[in-house]
């Protein structure tokens, strides 16, 4: 039988998990203040591979050579990233940042 219970260690983590979601939208929401749309998705996705390639190599694994993978890769990002950040991103300049964390 399986356990439906969370327990509070679980809470613990889902609770983080959403503060460190939902902050996201009020640093948008901030950054569009002084900035255009695409700069601000431009920081938001190059944080992220800033604070990502650095733990792939902490996890003793290594980025794939080839262009192929690398083009592959690129339209990924290009699809669901880049593409879901920008509209969302811009959907804020009218759209509170709590409105847009719950949407």
């Known amino acids: 039988m399986i ?15 959403a503060a ?3 902050v ?3 640093f948008n ?4 203040t002084g900035l255009p749309v695409l700069p601000v998705v431009a920081g938001r996705v190059g944080f992220a591979a800033l604070a990502l390639v650095p733990l792939v190599y ?3 694994h290594r980025l ?9 890769f690129l339209v990924m990002a290009l ?3 880049v593409t879901p950040f920008t509209l969302i991103v811009a959907g804020q300049q009218w759209v509170d940042s709590g409105l847009a964390a719950i949407l």
């Open 3 to 17: 356990n439906l219970q969370m327990t509070l260690r679980e809470w613990a983590f889902l609770l983080s998990l």
């Open 20 to 22: 460190m979601w939902s």
């Open 24 to 26: 996201s939208y009020l």
């Open 29 to 32: 929401k901030i950054a569009l």
């Open 58 to 60: 902490l996890a003793g």
């Open 64 to 72: 794939p050579g080839g262009i192929r993978v690398w083009l592959v």
């Open 79 to 81: 699809l669901n990233n």
